[in-house]
């Protein structure tokens, strides 16, 4: 999975934003199903990346938000 860049996530509008929220979550939750049955291999470096992408994503809409 490709890195979010802020700059490209800023370029996006809110609706976007959300349903790029709402697959990273899924893909969080899939990654974090396999780590715990033990099957996840070479995508562990992607958890942490992943966390990060949908900080930013609630930063931005948080942002957004209250301006």
């Known amino acids: 999975m490709a890195r979010l860049k802020v700059k490209t996530l800023r370029e996006m509008n809110s609706s976007d934003l959300t349903e790029k929220l709402s697959e990273l979550n899924a893909d969080l939750a899939k990654l974090r199903s396999e780590g715990a ?31």
């Open 37 to 67: 049955k033990g099957t996840l291999k070479k995508e562990t470096g992607d958890l942490r990346w992943i966390r990060r992408d949908i900080a930013r994503i609630m930063t931005i809409l948080n942002e957004r938000g209250s301006s």
